[in-house]
């Protein structure tokens, strides 16, 4: 149903409480190589009206989020999950010019390519980009990408979401030409259970063969080296397509950091934790009668249960793609994320959650 279906009393998209999640525990590492090494990298900034953000903001504020892209590194090889906010806001497609970017600004800044090649990074390590989904503050301006081969890989059904672009489509909000230049590799249907052949099972070698499978609180997710350290998670809600990424990136002890994507835009909607006798959490994910930025509001509130559900896990800090919290507390590229937990980040990013929560029930 589409968003303007909801109201913001609505039961169907009240927060649903961590318990009711199915668990099925992350298999612990078997060695000290069963990791990724995870890097964020800023990229160009969105300039929007708080109140699209956050159902507790009703005034006429702008809020600047961050827009991150994540390099990820497993051995000799390396991927980008997510190319951030383009910095040539200009170039966007002519259509974006009379929606969202009448109402939204930037501030340009590098994109990852650029931060990349600043740092005399070795860019033939990278063998194959992820975008979380189709939205022009996550898809980047694909053509910085050095190597037009290598496969550019998006959740299921994103290929039919996004359609031909523009021109082909006068309304469409990525270039036409790109899928003439790059290579476009879609997930297989989560509806398909096997182990799968074709494509996707040889974009980067596997110990095994790919297929969904439950982890954690997931109804679906792919183990894409096939040693649990970068789960490729589906996510849908947001729209079609969008997927998120567990990752590994400590062993024995293991940690995890969830890169969250467009499953919320605001720590406030998956935090603080509920107890038995309050919950805290954002009671109401719409603004002015409409559920924003979710295609289908039923199934992006389920997935942001799930957020919660992981972060009950002390050794999984969960980052949404917009979380300017983490700002002035993670480093960022050329250092990683990946001592989050000795260095206090989670505890840290999320320290003045429950505090808000409160003066929020109080209003």
Known sequence: MSSDSYTQDDPRIRPIAPSRYPWTPLSPSSSADDVVKVSLILTSAVIAPTNMLTSFDTGEEKTELPCHAVLIEKGDEAMLFDLGLREDAENFPEPMHHTLLKIMGTRSAPGPIKTLQREKYNLDRLKSVIISHKHFDHCGDIDTLPLSDRPIILGPGSLQSIGPGYP????????????????????????????????????????????????????NGLDWFGDGSFWLIDAPGHCAGHVMALCRVTAQPDTYVLLAGDAAHHQNMYLPIPTSECDLRSPKPVIDGKVMFAEDPVQATYVIGQLTRMSIEDNVMVLLAHEKEAIGVVDYFPEDICRWKEKGWKEEKQKNVLEDAIKRAQI
Do not use: A, N
């Not at 290579?183 to 297929?211: A, N």
């Open 168 to 219: 082909k489509d006068p309304k469409g909000q990525w270039h036409s030409e790109w899928f003439d230049k790059y290579r476009f590799v879609e997930l297989p249907s989560t509806d398909h259970k096997g182990e799968w052949s074709g494509e996707v099972t040889t974009v980067i070698p596997c110990s095994g063969q790919r297929r969904w499978e439950r982890v954690g609180c997931f109804d």
